[in-house]
């Protein structure tokens, strides 16, 4: 595709269940990346795909949170039992390799509100 | 340990005069920066990046930023404001890992910039 595309782009869930986002990255770019985006905040990163690896996992806020990754495609974050103070928007960004000076290209988000 | 701050939480100009936004970054090691802008209901998007090249850093829509290491800044600054420049201003710091390894963006919390006519 064109661009990184997310979905579904809004979710509303009650509190402890559990919700899967996906995240399609732009087509032969390595590198993936989640981050969250409170209300009023900056961007608070989660994890970090190279490949269908994780390196970096430093930011999942909880062992609620998990990802995982297909290959060099479709990443999902799961989030478990959510509660209220998951509601955010859930960024996804691709970028051809991995490295801290390569540009990412994110995705529209994911608003998710947990009731 | 990297971090980023936003001096200004909102910036309000009228169009056709100057825009400064600032940023003001800590890091350990020599740190790529960039500056993303978030329109409303779009996805972010990179309008320029400094990576140890020149310290004048030139991005589209007329945007630049300057690096100065000797004050820790990257403030981003447009000649002119045009009414499509309102929209959500994210500086953001990299630093890669000592083993090469990539690493995240770290991001500052925003700044909402609003034009006037």
């Known amino acids: 595709g064109a661009g990184v595309s997310q979905s579904p782009s809004n979710k509303v869930t009650e509190k402890g269940k559990d919700v899967e986002l996906r995240c399609d990255p732009i087509s032969g770019h390595t590198a993936l990346y989640w981050y969250r985006q409170r209300l009023g905040q900056g961007l608070e990163f989660l994890i970090y795909f190279q490949g269908n690896s994780a390196p970096d996992k430093s930011g999942l806020p909880s062992d609620r949170f998990s990802a995982e990754r297909t290959g060099e495609s479709v990443s999902t974050l799961t989030i478990q039992r959510t509660q209220q103070e998951d509601s955010a928007v859930y960024l996804c960004a691709s970028s051809l390799v991995g490295g801290g000076n390569n540009e990412q290209f994110f995705g529209p988000g994911t608003r998710l509100t947990v009731l | 340990a990297q971090s980023v701050t936003q001096l200004d939480s909102h910036v309000s100009v009228s169009e056709g005069t100057p825009v400064l936004l600032r940023c003001n970054y800590s890091s350990s090691y020599s740190p790529s920066l960039f500056w993303y802008v978030q329109h409303p209901n779009k996805g972010l998007q990179l309008l320029l990046k400094y990576t140890s090249a020149a310290t004048l850093v030139k991005g589209i829509n007329g945007f630049e930023a300057e690096f100065k290491k000797s004050e820790t800044s990257f403030h981003l600054t447009k000649p002119s404001a045009h009414m499509s420049d309102a929209a959500e201003y994210f500086c953001?710091?990299?630093?890669?890992?000592?083993?090469?390894?990539?690493?995240?963006?770290?991001f500052g919390s925003g700044t909402q910039l609003t034009v006037l006519p």
């Open positions: 953001v710091v990299s630093v890669s890992g000592s083993s090469g390894s990539a690493r995240q963006l770290t």
